[in-house]
């Protein structure tokens, strides 16, 4: 296209050269004189500048064209790398996040379902219950011999060898009893009055348990615990990581610690005691006390925390956690959260984090759902009841060395 175009312009220049010198020869020629042939001359040559001007004009536009779209290429590539450049920029730098931690996994949001038993508690019904089934594993007394039947009569006249074995072997299982190789029959004076000192001191221990119990009950229905994990989703570690979560109203600040209330007394029951055994101390352990120090678990060396412990501050709830490093594939969990609660509902919780090397915090939102099942009955009379509340896989709540 430009090589047509210079051929074209070469053209019409030596067509109007060549009309010049035509002219001037026709002129001359004729007889016009020199200064028609001159005029003549002249308005070629001024259509030949004008066409020239053109050529040049329309030269100089193409040429500005070219360098304007070689300009606008130019920009467009720039542009492009740039925004590589600031997307290999944001792949290099932290990207750390907020989630729930879910049975193991991360999630921005969370469902707790939690129970509440609304009845009421009679305590003195229980206690007048305890008392009963704990006094029931006394021996029970005989029935009052009667009278010998005709045939029972007869039997010892026909069988007086027998009559008198029964009365050896009485003997033998009286001094089987004195010796107590042998528990039979009924509980002398001094084992009951002792027994029943014992079934007092549980019962009083039953009382100031029942009261534990509601106080522990009214605290535990306010309450929600759970654990946050922390992700860096960005390709290098973050480095002197600060958490900030803030919970907002009607949440508040919890006990450190989530409540927790031992297994309710065991029960005594009666059993004589061998002189040969191992006195019976009045104590056992119970299903409570064995199930908290099995959580305790194995004694470790303290290790550096990589997560440190929260920290609660007032204004609805802020809660603060610092982070040494967070890597890239490796999450982190908080400790559990244990916070105040009243009302169920859907909550938004706003987060922030700053890091070392983030020159602004990274923010995010989770979302917390609480939902509460409500019990209502009766009053509960039993202490097996509230045994099932506190230790759903407890025992049958008897004291097995009595």
């Known amino acids: 296209m ?13 067509a109007s050269v060549g009309g010049v010198g035509a002219a001037i020869v026709l002129a001359l020629t004729h007889g016009e004189g020199i200064v028609v042939a001159l005029t003549l001359a002249s308005s070629i040559i001024a259509a030949l500048a004008a066409s020239a001007g053109t050529f040049i004009t329309w030269r100089g536009n193409k040429e500005a064209t070219r360098q304007q779209q070689q300009m606008a290429s130019d920009v467009r590539r720039l542009a492009e790398l740039t925004e590589n450049s600031i997307e290999e920029a944001r792949a290099l730098k932290p990207n750390p996040v907020v989630v729930f931690d879910v049975k193991g996994s991360g999630s921005s949001g969370a469902v707790l379902a939690r129970k509440r038993v609304d009845r009421d508690v009679d305590v003195e019904r229980i ?20 009278k010998p039947t005709d045939a029972a009569a007869g039997m010892a006249g026909v069988a007086p060898a027998f009559a008198k074995l029964l009365e050896q072997a009485e003997a033998y299982d009286a001094l089987a009893r004195s010796l107590g190789l042998a528990p039979s029959g009924p509980a002398t004076a001094e084992e009951k009055a002792e027994f029943e000192a014992r079934v007092k001191t549980y019962l009083t221990r039953v009382r100031q348990w029942l009261r534990d119990y509601q106080e522990w009950h009214r605290e535990i229905h306010e309450l929600v615990s759970f654990k ?79 997560v440190s412990r929260p920290r609660y ?21 908080s400790d559990m959260l244990t916070l105040r609660l009243p009302q169920d509902g859907t909550y938004r919780i706003p987060w922030q984090i700053h890091a070392a090397n983030l020159a602004e915090p990274t923010r995010g939102e989770i979302e917390f759902q609480l939902a509460t099942e409500v019990e209502t009955g009766g009053p509960i009379v039993d202490l097996d009841v509230l045994r099932q509340i506190v230790e759903p896989e407890g025992d049958s709540g008897e004291d097995p060395e009595g």
């Open 2 to 14: 430009r090589k047509l175009g210079i051929v074209t312009w070469s053209v019409l220049w030596l």
């Open 127 to 146: 206690i007048a219950l305890e008392r009963e089934r704990a006094l029931a594993t006394l021996p029970k007394e005989p029935k009052p011999k009667t």
């Open 228 to 306: 946050l994990r922390f992700e860096n989703n960005g390709r290098v570690p973050a480095n002197d990581v600060r958490v900030e979560v803030h919970f907002p109203d009607p949440f508040d600040e919890g006990p450190e610690d989530y409540p927790v209330i031992d297994s309710p007394p065991a029960r005594p029951k009666f059993a004589r005691k061998s002189r040969f055994g191992i006195p019976d101390l009045g104590f056992s352990p119970s299903l409570g006390a064995l199930s908290a120090l099995d959580r305790v678990g194995p004694i470790r060396m303290p290790q550096p925390r990589n």
């Open 313 to 333: 501050r007032r204004g609805s709830v802020f809660v603060d956690i610092e982070i040494t490093k967070l890597i890239h594939g490796v999450y982190e969990e």
